[in-house]
Every structure is written in structure tokens, then in C-alpha cells.
């Protein structure tokens, strides 16, 4: 989990994501979440990459509860948001879409991913439950509990 950085929220970033927007689905592309947060620069950044060499190889946005839609996941005070992860084409199969799960995971909250892009069987490999259940764009609704001792 060492290699999973916080990215910080200016120009540069939206920079490093361009390669996302050439590769991906354009409903992972992260525009409007990034200006968004350029606009409230108040906030933490909830952006976080796996750099190989210079560029990003993979992205997620890690939100807290309450800063995004709240459906499909009341049972909860504390729980965080895992969004939009994406590894770019020429890094998949290397570990890095499962390096950044453990990572929200390690905060040891509970955690509701939104499986775009065909990745439902992904966060249910990784122990995410599925809630059978769709979002308002009509994507899966996934969970993963963190083990109580």
C-alpha cells in the first residue's frame, strides 16, 4: 500500500488524469469531480493514484459519508465512498486496482463501491458484497464490512 498517494487538487492533477480520459469510459472520467474540488479548495483532496514512473496507472476517489449520495447504505454513521476506480489499460492485471482497495480498506470502515464498467465480479473478489441493488445511473450497489472483533 505504500505506492497508493494522495493527489493533490490543482492543474497538475487534472493533467496526469488526461490519460484516463483518453482510455476510458467517460463516465469515469473525473472531470466534474475534479473542478469540482478545485472550486471548494477548502477540502481535502479525495483523489488518490499509483504512479508508475511519471504517470498515474490507477485512480479512485475515496469520499467520506455525506459528501456524496447517501441511498443504498444508511445502517451506518462512518462509512466511506469508493469511486470511479480505474486502471489504465496498459497497467491492468498488475495488482493495482486491488492495491488501492486495500488501502480504503485498511481505514477499517465500512465501504460502498459503485461497480461501473462490468467490475462487479472485481469488488466481489475483493469481499464486497453485492446488495442487489442499483444506483440512480443504474450500476451495482457493492459493500465490504471490515471483520468486528
Not at 483518453?22 to 475534479?34: G, R, V, Y
Request: glycine share 6%; charged share 30%.
Amino acid at each position: 500500500m505504500g505506492n497508493v498517494k494522495r493527489l493533490d487538487i490543482n492543474y497538475k492533477t487534472d493533467e496526469l488524469f488526461a490519460d484516463f480520459r483518453e482510455t476510458s469510459d467517460p463516465n469515469l472520467a473525473m472531470i466534474d469531480e475534479l473542478a469540482g474540488e478545485m472550486i471548494d479548495a477548502s477540502s481535502d483532496s479525495p483523489f488518490y493514484g499509483i504512479f508508475i514512473g511519471e504517470k498515474i496507472g490507477a485512480r479512485m476517489a475515496l469520499y467520506e459519508n455525506g459528501e456524496v449520495e447517501e441511498k443504498h447504505f444508511p445502517d451506518y454513521n462512518k462509512y466511506l465512498i469508493l469511486w470511479k476506480l480505474e486502471v489504465l489499460p496498459s497497467f491492468q492485471s498488475r495488482g493495482l486496482g486491488t492495491e488501492l482497495v486495500d488501502y480504503a480498506k485498511a481505514a477499517n470502515l465500512p465501504i460502498k463501491a459503485i461497480a461501473r464498467n462490468k467490475s462487479r465480479d472485481f469488488f466481489v473478489k475483493h469481499g464486497f458484497t453485492d446488495l442487489h441493488s442499483n444506483n440512480d445511473e443504474g450500476y451495482d450497489v457493492l459493500i465490504w464490512e471490515p471483520e468486528t472483533k
